[in-house]
């Protein structure tokens, strides 16, 4: 790539991202807010409010839930785009005779593992009224802990597969790399505490709900912004062929 192409690639990322946040608050609006209300009812009931407190609230419930949730969810596409692409811009002919395409495609789908998947199976996401808020900054940290490791293992599996690979060959090598993944971070989880508050009689099937859609949200995300950034980064990386008219007009 020439020098201008990680500035390239950057300015398309965050694109793709917004594409990705924009789609991603679609799903986050149809399928995850009716589990928010659901939940928020459920710890209302549970304190006991018999009474309103709409206007105790400095934000609306109504506008948290349309500009508030598209503006988070957004910014956090542009965002997650810019550091994918970077990434993008640094595994480019590193990780294999890919195209732009292909690579972009292959680093969406390590780091939606890598920061979606990986911290989802330890640390699955919970509605409101789950959770003791005097140890939400513990379980913050244990989150991007998970997801620090997750990276760093993500990292030393490529390096691994990299040098297995001319002893036994890229699918032999990628397999070992990928089975060492995996036992490495089955070990963490087994290393990690476990996090269990969720309070008695609490449904389970609205807490597998949120899951399900908190999964499919950042799914989305993930999928919108690898067939979009694939797309903008092969236009911006491959050149395009003159057609066979011109050619044959200068010969």
Sequence with gaps: MNSASPRTLLVRGM???????????LVAYLLGESKVDAAIAIEEAAAGAGHDHGGEAPVSRALQATAGLGTGVVLYGVALGGIAALVHCFALGRIGRFGPRATAVLVTAGLWVTVTLVPFFKYPANPPAVGDPDTAARRTALYLLVIVLSALLAAGAVVLGRRLAPRLGN????????????????????????VNEVPAGFPAALIWDFRLASLAI??????????????????????????KEAVQSTS
């Design 15 to 25: 694109l793709a991202g917004l594409l990705a946040g924009v789609a991603a608050f």
């Design 171 to 194: 699918w032999n090598a990628s397999l070992a790399a990928g089975g060492g993944f995996a036992v490495a971070i089955g070990i963490s989880y087994a290393l990690l505490p476990g």
């Design 218 to 243: 950042q799914t989305t995300l993930w999928t919108t912004f690898g067939l979009a950034f694939g797309f903008l980064a092969d236009r911006a990386l491959v050149p395009t062929r003159a057609p």
